[in-house]
């Protein structure tokens, strides 16, 4: 939810600059702007809507003068006021030396706009982020009651008023006075900084810098960092020295790049086999189910007795999921909350609690302040996460990284199946602390995980019929999706795909609730998918399923089916069928999954929006 870059170095900062936003534009494209200093003042270009109306911008006024080699830019996902050319990024004090990009939501800014008001400081904007950018050129002045002795010191000037600010946070900042230092100020929204030869980089997301160096920085909560060409140095907000962790990013450019992909999504449903392949390698360890961190040792995994999981979104989706893994391998009880609910209605938690924690970004505010409740309650967190240092695994007493790359597309498609996987992983790995399963049976059930990529791999290559369903139904006006046990969630997964993407209304059931009141939607020609359960796994749920299609078809429905090949039962009630390969019930919803992805990227192409970035999101919501 918004991405920013700093950069200081030898090249010409416009140009990384815009570069960076570019691989960070996933993270919001209501706005964009930069501000560069240049002979002691800023130049400062933003516009409303995409990256492209700002490059235009530059275009029309002419890129000559921007030579300068350190710079800030935004692109915004608006919170405070409408996204418009005067609420972009960045924002500049009113003496014009200071400007000021920022992430996140500062609480306390009416109050601190009444007391820049008094001082006869008029905001230009509607936002939050302003009011920060005129307290760091008072600071900077010396001129902000308590801290005078900041003057003159940009470093300081904005440690004092990361004081004084509330909430979220993370703040870029750049003076005109200054033009070889970059300082930023973090709490709560993500930042990193890259390291290269003669450049330091700061950003939302490695993405930005990536095809500069992979030698990364992690940034804790509550700290300070300034930036030059030669380093960095970071303190906390008293401005005692604090120590950073370096770290190597494991992916280059080109798994940042679309890779001859017309959206960065389709490239992303395709990468589907790796990424659940490589969330699985190096788990199994001489037999044993090993984790990426963790500081729980074997007696606390035994001690549970309840878990919960608690996500967002297409993590939730996932997260139901575990219940049904976690509660079949170990006869643990598992409750799944949205982790927007979950500490607003005061769960029964304790040490023996063990609360997994599912975010791809792992800075979901959702998801961070309930693993933050969850810990207040002394119960454990385990995270399952796709970003290397975010806040989430930070926090959290024990880690599964999903390894799916990174994903820019806004739409989550293989951290979904990533996240699957990785949450079997926890089943596994508390089966085998608690000795529900022998030590032979998580291995089997492991290498049943590890033969999951192949099956994906053959539904990608059968999907030709999927792309030209998707034009067909473009034109509809709802689509219902259903399924039972594990595909109900999978049900649930498509249906948000295709309302992100394809802004069509589309409602998930658990197909035994059909009767109960949904089965009233059913009208002729209404589209509706429904996942099957494999006829030999669950052979009742079949059955059940195979008389709810029978029943909606009666009554006019248009049935897409993703069955099981060779599910001949389920043929002539098909009016389309995705013929998916047999697996272990609980492995079905990675294969099933992944039909319900292309045909709503087709639906969202063939209406003719872009599947990469659906209007009103961003892919990380940092704010609650
Ligand atoms: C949907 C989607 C969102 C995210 C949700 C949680 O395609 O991407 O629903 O799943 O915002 O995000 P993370 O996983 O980053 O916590």
């Known amino acids: 939810m918004c991405g920013i870059v700093g950069y200081v170095g030898h090249r010409v900062a416009l140009d990384v600059v815009l570069g960076g936003l570019r691989r960070l534009e996933y993270r919001g494209y209501d706005s964009a702007g930069v501000a ?13 809507g995409a990256l492209a109306n700002l490059e235009a911008r530059l275009d029309e006024v002419g890129r000559d ?34 400007a000021v990009v920022h992430n996140g939501i500062i609480e306390n800014f009416l109050e601190l706009r009444a007391e820049l008001e008094a001082r006869g400081i008029w905001a230009e904007s509607d936002t939050d982020t302003e ?35 509330e909430g979220a946070f993370t703040l870029v900042v750049t003076h005109a006075d200054d033009p070889d230092r ?60 604090v120590a950073a962790t370096p770290f190597q990013v494991t992916w280059d450019l080109a798994a940042a790049e679309k890779g001859g992909h017309d959206y960065f999504m389709l490239k992303e449903i395709e990468e589907q086999p790796g990424a659940i392949a490589n969330t699985l390698r190096g788990h199994l360890v001489d037999g044993r189910i090993v984790l990426d961190e963790q500081r729980l040792s074997d007696q606390d995994l035994r001690d549970v007795d309840k878990v919960f999981v608690v996500a967002c979104g297409t993590a939730y989706h996932s997260g139901l999921l575990a219940k049904y893994a976690i509660e079949h391998w170990t006869r643990l009880p598992v409750e799944i909350e949205l982790a927007s609910e979950f500490r607003y209605r005061d769960p029964v938690l304790d040490r023996s609690t063990l609360v997994v924690a599912i975010s791809q970004s792992g800075e979901t505010a959702d998801t961070l302040e309930a693993l933050r409740h969850a810990k207040d309650q002394k119960a454990r967190v385990l995270a399952i996460c796709n970003t290397n240092g975010a806040q989430i695994p930070r926090e959290s007493d024990a880690v599964i990284y999903t390894h799916a790359g990174p994903e820019i597309g806004v739409a989550a498609t293989k951290t979904f199946t990533a996240q699957i996987a990785a949450n079997y992983l926890v089943g596994l790995a508390l089966a085998q602390a608690r000795g529900t399963k022998y030590p032979d049976e998580v291995v089997r059930e492991f290498e049943q995980l590890e033969s999951i990529p192949e099956a994906v791999a053959e539904v990608l290559e059968s999907l030709g019929e999927a792309r030209a369903l998707g034009q067909e139904l473009a034109p509809s006006k709802a689509v219902l999706f259903l399924g039972r046990h594990v595909g109900y969630p999978v049900a649930l997964e498509g249906a948000l795909k295709l309302k992100e ?52 078809k009666a009554r006019g429905a248009r049935t897409v089916v993703i069955a099981e090949t060779g599910d001949e039962t389920v043929r002539p009630f098909a009016d389309h069928l995705f013929e998916i390969p047999a697996v272990p019930t609980l492995l ?37």
Do not use: C
């Not at 935004?74 to 005067?86: I, L, S």
């Not at 992690?218 to 303190?235: A, N, P």
């Open 588 to 624: 079905q919803p990675l294969v099933a999954t992944i039909p319900l992805q292309v045909i709503a990227a087709e639906i969202a192409r063939a209406r003719g929006y872009d599947v990469d970035k659906p209007r009103n999101l961003a892919k990380s919501v940092t704010v609650e």
């Open 36 to 48: 560069l200093p240049s002979d002691g003042s800023l130049l400062i270009e933003r516009r409303a």
């Open 65 to 98: 003068g921007f030579t300068g080699t350190s710079g800030i830019g935004h692109t915004r996902w608006a919170t405070h006021g409408p996204p418009t050319d005067r609420n972009a990024h960045p924002h500049r004090s009113s003496d014009g030396k200071v």
């Open 182 to 241: 970059i300082v930023a100020a973090r709490r709560n929204s993500p930042l990193v900084l890259g390291l290269g030869e003669g450049e330091t980089f700061l950003a939302s997301d490695v993405a930005a810098f990536i095809e500069f160096t992979r030698s990364a920085v992690e940034l804790g909560q509550d700290q300070i960092v300034t930036i030059t060409r030669d380093g960095y140095t970071v303190t906390d907000f008293a401005g005692e020295p």
């Open 501 to 552: 993407l394809a802004y069509m209304h589309a409602e998930a059931f658990a197909a035994g609730e059909l009767k109960h009141g949904p089965i009233a939607l059913i009208e002729d020609g209404l589209p509706v998918v429904v996942v099957m359960p494999s006829p030999k796994g669950r052979a009742v749920l079949h059955s059940k399923l195979l008389s709810n299609i029978q029943e909606i």
């Open 131 to 165: 009011t920060a950018a005129h307290l760091v050129a008072l600071a900077h002045a010396g001129e902000l009651a308590g801290a005078e002795d900041a003057a003159g010191d940009l470093t300081a000037a904005v440690r004092a008023v990361a004081r004084r600010l």
